[in-house]
T-cell receptor, first 117, second 113 residues
């Protein structure tokens, strides 16, 4: 069973460009979470999605950031008009449905390291 | 509301010495607690978790943690440090109904030969 997949692993964008980060959850997992990690700041929750639904986006910046988890395909975190402050590691995690008995474990992908020049 | 405080952003121990990484939490309801480990340029890996039941939880790689409700703590320990334990460790708490998890800022563990 493959783990959580994220691509690209490294992404370089110039200021003003768009960044698209992809996350494929583990097989059988229907919950996806996005986190941002800045040096010395730990992981910050951004958004929680289920298939075709955003459940909690309280950690998402109000502008330029959006996320989706379509019925088919990976979850996408999209950052428009990137700025230098967006440079960070972005992690995706997934978890199974709550009835599966291990609903409180989140499995993390390797992350995408975004650098804005 | 829930929060996590990890005391000590950097901890150094000698190889073979006891590892103790501190974590205190705040939660308005009985929490679920986790420790994750992150190696350089990798994602987070679950070390152990407390949900209900026995308050002393054993995890992978010889780590364990004890949930102490009276102290609102969930400290991570290992009797004897190995060089391979050098990594960053994150304590996390969940007290929401849908699995939102709050992470501490992390503790970087250095193991000295």
């Amino acid at each position: 069973n493959a783990g959580v997949m994220q691509n690209p692993r490294h992404l370089v964008r110039r200021r003003g460009q768009e960044a698209r980060l992809r996350c494929s959850p583990m097989k059988g997992h229907s919950h996806v979470y996005w986190y941002r990690q800045l040096p010395e700041e730990g992981l910050k929750f951004m958004v929680y999605l289920q298939k075709e639904n955003i459940i909690d986006e309280s950690g998402m910046p109000k502008e330029r950031f959006s996320a989706e988890f379509p019925k088919e395909g990976p979850s996408i975190l999209r950052i428009q008009q990137v700025v230098r402050g967006d440079s960070a590691a972005y992690f995706c995690a997934s978890s199974p449905p709550r009835l599966a008995g291990k609903a409180f474990e989140q499995y993390f992908g390797p992350g995408t390291r975004l650098t804005v020049t | 509301a829930q929060s996590v405080t990890q005391l000590g952003s950097h901890v150094s121990v000698s190889e073979g010495a006891l590892v103790l990484l501190r974590c205190n939490y705040s939660s308005s309801v009985p929490p679920y607690l986790f420790w994750y480990v992150q190696y350089p340029n990798q994602g987070l890996q679950l070390l152990l978790k407390y949900t209900t039941g026995a308050t002393l939880v054993k995890g992978i790689n010889g780590f364990e943690a004890e949930f102490k409700k009276s102290e609102t703590s969930f400290h991570l320990t290992k009797p004897s440090a190995h060089m391979s334990d050098a990594a960053e460790y994150f304590c996390a708490v969940n007290s929401g109904g849908y699995q939102k998890v709050t992470f501490g800022i992390g503790t970087k563990l250095q193991v000295i030969p």
